[in-house]
């Protein structure tokens, strides 16, 4: 500028320079400060969900491992299959929806996993007509409680979809592999039906966790009530 001094002038721009740095340094705080945020959100509301789906995911695939498929004819094992997988789409996304405003998420939860746990008992000592309604018949509970326990879980505190996703999904697929390696197992240290028994406290501990932690996951309960209350929205898939 004209008829300032060289003195002012640096003074001028140090001052517009450090504006400018000023919103770059807020950012880089507020990044190093996130981890520890993210971190607790996923302690407090990832956690109890994963865990419980991790639970429910042993009951699924113990069930799976020894569903009534021996001695059916292929034409046959693959209709059981279609029927069940078809049965869990239909109450993932129009009952699931429709339960969770009428009960609430949380209700709809632990009780579904109750009738889960009761459906595996009742598979592992029926007969084999019996097992077949039944494994068709727990594709959905399966889907009801996969629409809660993704949408309990996606909608973490102020954690990032992605993060609360991977967090969700690293979790709950321990039990997924571990439940075809010790379900046999424990077919050969007891018997046929021991399971189907453990396949049905897992999902029984599963309501459990729901009921310990239901004041940590009543803030997003809530908010899916209100959702539920407002609009028809679609349910999340998961498999």
Not at 17 to 25: E, F, M, R, T, V
Not at 89 to 97: D, G, I, N, R
Not at 152 to 166: K, N, W
């Amino acid at each position: 500028m004209l008829g300032e001094s060289p003195r002012a002038t640096a003074k001028s721009s140090t001052t517009r320079a450090s504006h400018a740095l000023a919103p770059a340094a807020g950012r880089a705080v507020a990044r190093r400060a996130r981890p520890a945020k993210l971190s607790g959100a996923i302690q407090e509301r990832v956690s109890p969900t994963s865990s419980g789906r991790e639970l429910q995911n042993y009951t699924f695939f113990a069930t799976c491992k020894f569903s009534p498929l021996v001695g059916m004819t292929p034409h046959g094992s693959c209709a059981l299959i279609l029927t069940r997988g078809v049965l869990r789409s239909l109450s993932s996304v129009l009952v699931a929806p429709r339960l969770q405003r009428r009960f609430g998420s949380l209700t709809v939860l632990g009780g579904s996993l109750v009738l889960l746990a009761v459906d595996v008992l009742v598979l592992g000592y029926g007969s084999h007509t019996t097992a077949v309604v039944c494994t068709i018949l727990s594709g959905a509970f399966i889907g009801v409680n996969n629409t809660v326990y993704t949408e309990l879980a996606l909608g973490v505190s102020d954690a990032p979809r992605p993060v609360a996703s991977a967090g969700y999904n690293f979790v709950r697929w321990f039990a997924a592999a571990a439940a075809p390696y010790f379900a046999p197992k424990i077919e050969e240290w007891s018997d046929i039906h021991m399971p189907f028994v453990v396949a049905a406290v897992t999902a029984v501990l599963g309501a459990v966790v729901v009921v310990v932690r239901r004041k940590s996951l009543t803030h997003d309960a809530e908010e899916l009530e209100t959702r539920h209350a407002t609009e028809d929205g679609v349910a999340v898939f998961a498999s």
